[in-house]
């Protein structure tokens, strides 16, 4: 070999070995930023409510309101927020609502659901109530939490729960008039609750049957760091 031919042949071996390291180094890089997204690692993850559906009755973004010490203790009383969609023609009617978490349910206002209406329970973004303070007791009725093994329960056409999109078409449900106010109430939770648990809830409707559905604790509306002082 000559030596031109000798000095071509280091010059390509220097060259691939840089070529080499300076790859090693982008990837390296590459890496090291994927593991840092400064502005999502701090965020609470989006909770969204339950979906159910029995016939032209749907339930849409159900879940419990936040609580206001950050979590539900044993005895407390837990809110509902939802909506309750009829896309049918004819009336329909909430007959009652169970939870094997509480020992009673407090229905107040109104329960009858009118024909493509919406009638909306709660507030969306409302906390619980810290305990001890006052709330309405107006036209209030209350149901025990379950009534699976009692004989006198009228007899009601049952719909398998769903926590997926109901078939309900979105024309029909944006369509609805919203009508009357429903406050529900979980009363007297028998345990501890925090966020991340699903609670199951059922809703007993006169036409529409029955719909059981998991529903969430939803996010709070601002910073919790100074939750635990009021």
């Known amino acids: 070999m000559s030596r031109a031919q000798q000095n071509s042949t280091g010059r390509l071996r220097l060259a691939t070995a840089a070529s080499g390291l300076a790859l090693t180094a982008v990837l390296g890089a590459a890496g090291c930023s994927a593991g840092q997204i400064t502005q999502t690692d701090s965020q609470l993850p989006a909770v969204s409510g339950a979906t159910g559906q029995a016939g032209p009755i749907a339930l849409r973004d159900a879940r419990l309101a936040f609580p206001h010490e950050g979590f539900y203790a044993a005895g407390d009383d837990a809110p509902l927020i939802l909506s309750i969609i009829n896309t049918a023609a004819a009336d329909d009617e909430l007959l009652e609502v169970s939870s094997p978490f ?8 109104d329960q009858a659901v009118p024909g493509t209406a919406a009638l909306h329970v709660g507030k969306p973004g409302e906390e619980a109530k810290a305990k001890g303070e006052p709330s309405g007791t107006a036209h209030a009725t209350t149901t025990p939490a379950d009534h699976s093994s009692d ?13 997926s999109a109901a ?7 944006s369509a609805a008039k919203a009508v009357g106010k429903l406050q529900i109430v979980l009363v007297g939770l ?15 409707f ?16 601002g910073p919790r760091g100074e939750s635990g002082d009021h």
């Open 102 to 109: 509480a020992g009673e349910i407090k229905l107040e206002g």
């Open 151 to 163: 004989p006198a329960r009228p007899s009601t056409t049952s719909a398998a729960p769903t926590t």
């Open 167 to 173: 078939p309900t078409s979105a024309a029909a449900t």
């Open 190 to 204: 028998k345990e501890k609750l925090h966020p991340g648990r699903l609670i199951p809830v059922t809703f007993v």
């Open 206 to 221: 006169a036409k529409a049957g029955t719909i059981t559905v998991e529903l969430p604790i939803g996010q709070p509306t």
